[in-house]
């Protein structure tokens, strides 16, 4: 029994399996029950409450100016991430460090919404959505059109990541031909404006496809019926898709080049499927069971709740809609690994930072022993060059 107890205790020291198993199940929970709520809640409140206020009786001109929001504010931060990397900096000054960082997460998170909501309302307003063939064209066409580019895992969205507020490159933005601004300035502009327009358009297609789909099929007589069916749905999903990482990362691993990236855009479309039904089942409930009289109310208390929650959390970025990633763009197995680093991350952290104390201490004993070494030396120096005064 001894020896087998002493087993387990290996295996959850620092790099043991079993430990970072842990971490990886219990960040998948963090990330499915608390960032994807709040994340979804923060989303609902945003886009139902520029429905409230911006033109709610026209919804063509509500629809086109969340698309400017959307498009302009995009294309500003895209273009601005040069210029507040290098003013803002916790090392220059912290306070105002974290003033900056957290606006900037609040602006781009009303922008990311405006984005998706001004595309979704202008397909509303010129398709009918009971139409199957002007939903699933455009659903089809969006993905066949990002796996074509290889961006197809920009459909992903929390529970399958997580967005902490680190330090490091907060406020990058990447594109899609990830040119450089001190390259060319005009290339990574219309870099910047491709990235915006097609594969950021492409992707809101895709998932006001794969939503619309599900209010056509899924019970479209009982909304709440609908909602609890997505969402069960959706976690089931969810669950199983982070139970086959293992797997597909064993598959991706012996695959080489097409038939890696067919096999990783697979799984991420199975994510999709997951991703919108968890999105869908959220949001709808929220509608149907959180002060359904009052919504304008319902949603101001949601939209505080989630981003000051994911603000106390570090996940305030999981918010974010932002930068174009390639698929299958990690080595082998990794580009099927959902980025969902939390309690790994911090763990990490205290790890780096026992380690670089340890050091420390280790560097201040050596420099103490030296210290006392070079004393004891010029002590026995002095020894032997006293005189003899002793008298015979």
Known sequence: MRGSTAGIAENFKIGGTAYHLLLSVMDSIFSAVVVAPLVVGYWRSVWEL?????????????????????????????????????????????????????????????????????????????????????????????????????????????????????????????????IKMAE????????????????????????????????????????????WCSLVIGYLAVGLAFLLQPVMRWVCDRLQGGLRLIAADIFLLFSLFGTVNVWRGIWTLLNLYFLPDNQEISCWITHWICLILLVLLGCSNSLLVRGVYIDAEEPAGKCVIFPCYYLRLIFQQERAKKIAKRLQLDILAKRKQDIDNNIADINHMVHEKQPNNHVV
Request: glycine fraction near 4%; charged fraction near 15%; proline fraction near 5%.
């Open 184 to 227: 060319k300035t005009t290339l990574y502009v219309l870099d910047c404006i491709f990235s915006v327009l097609v594969v950021g358009t492409l992707v809101v297609f895709v998932w006001r496809g794969a939503w619309v789909l599900l209010d056509d099929f899924l019970f479209p007589e009982s909304a709440s019926l609908s909602a």
């Open 50 to 178: 520029m429905n409230i206020y911006v033109y709610p009786d026209d919804k063509l001109l509500s629809a086109l100016i969340s698309t400017i929001i959307g498009i302009c504010g995009h294309l500003f931060f895209d273009i601005a991430q040069g210029f507040f990397t290098k003013r803002f900096h916790p090392d220059k000054n912290r306070i105002i460090y974290y003033v900056v960082s957290r606006a900037y997460t609040v602006a781009f998170a009303f922008v990311c919404v405006n984005g998706w909501k001004g595309p979704w309302n202008l397909l509303d307003q010129y398709t009918d959505p009971k139409d199957l063939t002007v939903v699933v064209v455009p659903f089809v066409i969006g993905i066949i059109a990002l796996a074509v580019l290889r961006t197809l895992r920009n459909v992903s969205a929390p529970p399958f990541a997580i967005a902490t507020d680190h330090v490091e490159e907060y406020f990058v933005v990447m594109t899609m031909f990830r």
